[in-house]
């Protein structure tokens, strides 16, 4: 992936050389004054660098690395879009980053007035009653979500201690439900893909607190049950809860308030265009229906007489979840976003989105068996076909091979109930040149695979490392320097 | 908008899926849901939305402040801030395809090595949310290392980190939080030894404290590890340029806020969650950790490692439901380590300490305003007033364009007249004498 450039992977450590410092400061007066005895013995092993040493070390790092800017991203659940700079402008203003989050109500007026926007034009697109936007991730917005259920089920006085989950769920959502302390219920899905009303009717009962729901499912399919599931969870008491990692097929298209649902949670790396940054930092704010309002984190931003306030007289609220308000800056990017598409501009996403994924479907579908012959939303899940695993290639290897070519690899083994599974999901950003490129790619793969399976099984061949032993790093774990 | 492909092009692709509309793609949707009125303002162009935005921060009046409390006004290196803004590193998602993502796992590698080295503790993870979730992740894995059920805590500790405790507990009244009262302002090792029971799962403290009171965590820890409890310790990284480490003290978890380390406050965040511990409780850990490898030819390379404790594989038997961290900036943080050094960060300390006492200094030569705690204190320290801090703080504010300090009326009756005042590297002298002059001039 750099021809141009050696690669290097010593670390700032081994690169440190005694006496150099990128920053200094100036402080001729200065007398500190902390005792001995609360000092620190010996000095900590950071490294030594000049600032140039460290800006050419992590210049050369970025470059080791597939990015959205640099390479087709087609992750599956993940929506690799396009991340627009106007966003990263506008959220690097000083007024915004210098603000203290104990900063007085009065004083922090422009970031306050945002948020409350965001609360209403977030709610009016997805058709819901409320918002908060302290959680600062999907999963942490999830956790927020199941505790308001908690709540509601606590001051209702229903003891219910089980969440249904679908076997194609995001692994957040058990791992969620069992943080709160409730016991998951694993439903399996139909063969095609959807969740059977009848087997739902089955484990609904007095016990069930919430079903969560991902629209459209990690099978890139409409729960085009969704409106019955909601009215027979509500006729049982139970909460429906929407994962909403998947909103980009439906956004500004179809309103998943209208499903019946009580509260979705929204991923702003993930619809709403800021970047994932490696990893993170992402925001994950959580929509309700009026019944959950009261409960939802404090403080809350309100309006009164033309001024924001941050509101701590909540009584019912389930309480903090982080220190401060939310991921803020990553709000900021998403608040550009919002501004930058009207109803009809949102729409033209969503559908934008669908058809990507249908094209790339319909282009590979003769010879990457899809998990379902119908049309799908915005992504698709593809395996390798028999021939293919008659010459022993699995998925990882067609994933390893996909980076030899520019492209990351599409998100494997997920969900974990369709076997090899390919999930692809191009976003509306891509345009039709670089998925055609994308097809012909899988296409020569196909034939590589099929003609030299073997070269296939040892891909990568041009990345800076070949495949990594996992095994050894799990047994003797080396974690620091 | 963001799309790329043209009208032309699009008919090109339906006529290759086979449909004569888009519309045919989403028949599975019941058409009840379709198109439904949606009621926003029409799109804004580039220009209008770098114009609104600009607007907006500029009502966010920019006091010179001198708040702290476990969020800093730190400095920002310009050569962190150019790197960070790399699209390499912004625009990569989670290292799952480690061939693809050399560069960022080693970074990560890095991070882990550099709050290792800062905390003197054995293992880091990749990052959690903030410092209040890495210490509410600390307490749950001390419940379950050790399977009871009480958490003593100083009353000294930040205490946004232990209503976060709480909620992440789903406020199950099983779990019982005691908190280990002060003697001048520092945690009293005396009750601690008294309050240790056979339920007690562990014990928590702060260094510096919520106050920016130095605490003597070596015998606290020690109190608590002759009962045979385990410890968590919330540490400023900053501080740890120059204060003894959770480490050296022996305590099995150390977490802290990383915004500390050149981070903007951003109202909120995004922050840094240093989650680290000791070798023993490794499986315990929530969260991503990067480890060393090689590859088939035997070439060192980096891969995320021990995931069987997290959600995506164990699902409802993970360690935590953490996905999504806080990656760029804990590369953020870890550029800022390279770029100070042990030698810079040490300095740094310095500078924030000796302003801070120079600051105390000076504003308790003002009439009627002393210091709270006598203890020695780090870079903030709580004045008494002879007047509601609360009302100080607006009206220099509103005279003075300065934000002197947090009020500390939220921690109790006895505190409506303290105000906590923080120094970092981005004041100097003549910001000191201007503080004492608005505070002396609204007293």
Partial sequence: ?481 | MYISNTDQEKKEMLEKIGVKKFEDLISSVPKEFLNPKINLPAALSEIEISKKMRELSEKNKRLKSFVGAGVYDRYTPAAMKAILSRGEFLTAYTPYQPEASQGLLQTIYEYQSSMCALYDMDCSNASMYDGSTSFAEAVKACLRISGKNKILYSAAINPRYIETAKTYLANDPKYIFEEIPLSGGLTDEKYLAEKIDDSTACFAAANPNYFGLIENIEILNKTAKSKNILTICCADPFSLGALKTPGECGFDFAVGEGQSLGLPMSYGGPYLGIFTCRKEHIRQMPGRICGMTKDKDGKRGFVLTLQAREQHIRRDKAASNICSNQALCALGATIYCALLGPKGLKEACMINNSLAVKAAKELTSIKDVKLKYKAPFFNEFVLELPMKASELRKKVSEMFSIDPGLDLSHMGKDFENSLMVCLTETKNESDIFELKKSIEACL
């Avoid at chain 1, 402080?27 to 620190?40: D, F, K, M, V, W």
């Avoid at chain 1, 945002?114 to 058709?127: F, K, N, P, S, T």
């Avoid at chain 1, 007095?206 to 499912?217: F, L, R, Y």
């Avoid at chain 1, 799908?376 to 091979?401: F, N």
């Fill in chain 1, 1 to 481: 992936m750099n021809d141009i450039m050696k690669f290097d992977n010593e670390l700032s450590i081994e690169k440190s050389r005694t006496g150099k410092r990128g920053l200094h400061f100036n402080c001729p007066s200065c007398q500190a004054n902390i005792p001995l005895e609360a000092a620190r013995k010996s000095e900590p092993k950071l490294p030594q660098l000049s600032e140039f040493d460290a800006v050419r070390h992590f210049t050369r790092l970025s470059k080791y690395n597939f990015s959205v800017d640099t390479h087709f991203y087609p992750l599956g659940s993940c929506t690799m879009k396009y991340n627009p700079r106007i966003n990263e402008e506008v959220s690097s203003l000083e007024g915004f980053t210098s603000l203290h989050p104990m900063s007085l109500d009065e004083n922090s007026q422009g970031t306050l007035e945002i948020i409350y926007d965001a609360h209403q034009r977030l709610c009016e697109l997805c058709g819901m009653d409320d918002a908060t936007l302290w959680p600062v991730a999907g999963a942490h917005g999830e956790y927020t979500g199941i505790l308001l259920a908690k709540k509601h089920f606590s001051v209702i006085g229903e003891e219910r201690d089980e969440i249904i989950v679908p076997d194609s769920a995001h692994g957040t959502n058990p791992a969620t439900a069992s943080m709160a302390g409730f016991k998951t219920i694993n439903i399996q899905s139909t063969p095609e893909g959807l969740l059977d009303i009848e087997t739902l009717k089955k484990h609904l009962n007095s016990k069930t607190a919430v079903i969560m729901m991902t629209v459209p499912n990690t099978l890139g399919i409409f729960e085009k049950n969704i409106k019955t599931i909601c009215e027979l969870s509500h006729k049982n008491g139970t909460l429906v809860y929407m994962d909403g990692a998947n909103l980009n097929a439906l956004i500004g298209l179809i309103k998943p308030g209208d499903f019946g649902i009580d509260m979705m949670h929204l991923n702003m790396h993930k619809t709403f265009s800021t970047p994932h940054g490696g990893g993170g930092p992402g925001a994950g704010g959580i929509l309700v229906k009026k019944k959950l309002s009261p409960y939802l984190p404090k403080p809350k931003v309100e309006k009164k007489d033309g001024k924001y306030f941050l509101n701590e007289n909540l009584p019912l609220s389930i309480g903090r979840i982080k220190s401060h308000f939310g991921n803020t800056q990553v709000l900021l990017r998403a608040y550009a976003y919002l501004l930058k598409h009207g109803p009809k501009e949102f729409a033209e996403i969503a559908e934008n989105a669908i058809l990507n994924a249908n094209y790339v479907k319909s282009a590979l579908e003769n010879l990457f068996p899809p998990y379902s012959k119908e049309y799908c939303m915005h992504e698709c899940v593809l395996a390798p076909s028999k021939e293919l695993a008659d010459k022993g290639i699995k998925t990882l290897d067609i994933a390893k091979r996909l980076l030899d070519y520019g492209f990351h690899a599409p998100t494997v083994y997920f969900p974990l109930i369709v076997h090899e599974a390919i999930m692809i999901e191009p976003t509306e950003t891509e345009s039709k040149e670089t998925l055609d490129s994308f097809i012909e790619t899988m296409r020569k793969i196909n034939e590589e695979a099929l003609n030299n399976p073997e070269f296939v099984k040892n891909a990568p061949h041009t990345m800076p490392v070949k495949r990594l032993d996992e095994v050894l790093a799990a047994r003797q774990p080396n974690i620091k320097w």
